[in-house]
């Protein structure tokens, strides 16, 4: 489990107790506690099994596609893979593939709905590259949502993360973008629902299958 659950989760379990000493009554208990268990269970941290294979590109986070595009950018035309996360959905979020984190940029902006296409653009994120040892650029964005106000990202410029290992989280309903170099082969269709480190989003030509 992330930490903010044991904070949130155990915060909610004291007032519990609180409201049940000064009142004497269970009446008042039902709404912290009910909060409580929520909160223990949607800051949940499975495990995961990566899959392993040369080229495979896996989902930073757990939830449902929504689109799949073929986008232009300074770069040149990628693929862009959106996945929308929902309250439901385990919110912890994991890099795509093996590497050195060459950008990492916070950017502030709106709330909107995460179903919406403008959400990608116009609201609060943070866009993350990851620089594979074969060259390979793949870059993910941590979207806000109507109802997320918090992004947390662990690392910075820089550092070294492997294939599906935790970097972070979105709290309460969002989305995660990927996009990939124009040659990779997608491995998903819009409306499947995919698993963060587990489900392999695309894979890179002369890879694992390929």
Do not use: C
């Not at 489990?1 to 004497?24: C, E, H, N």
């Not at 506690?33 to 080229?55: I, S, T």
């Not at 990851?130 to 947390?152: M, N, P, S, Y």
């Amino acid at each position: 489990m992330v930490r903010d659950g044991y904070i949130y989760g155990l915060s909610f379990l004291a007032v519990a107790g609180l409201l049940k000493w000064a009142t004497g009554g269970w009446a008042w208990v039902v709404a912290p506690v009910l909060l409580a268990v929520f909160f223990l269970w949607f800051f949940r941290d499975p495990r995961r099994a990566v899959p392993a294979g040369a080229g495979l590109i896996v989902s930073p986070g757990d939830g449902l596609v929504t689109e799949t595009a073929i986008i232009a950018t300074p770069e040149g035309s990628r693929q862009r893979i959106s996945i929308f996360l929902s309250v439901f959905d385990v919110h912890v979020n994991r890099s795509p593939m093996g590497g050195v984190l060459s950008s990492v940029r916070y950017r502030k902006g709106q709330y909107l709905n995460a179903m919406n296409p403008a959400s990608a653009d116009r609201n609060e994120q943070n866009i993350v590259t990851v620089r594979g040892d074969e060259g390979t650029e793949i870059t993910f964005k941590q979207i806000a949502g109507l109802l997320a106000r918090r992004i947390v990202f662990n690392f910075k410029e820089g550092d070294r993360v492997e294939r599906g290992q935790r970097v972070g989280l979105i709290k309460f309903g969002s989305r995660v973008d990927v996009l990939l170099p124009a040659e990779a082969v997608l491995r998903v269709k819009v409306g499947q629902r995919v698993k963060g480190g587990a489900s392999v989003l695309a894979a890179m030509p002369g890879g694992e299958g390929l």
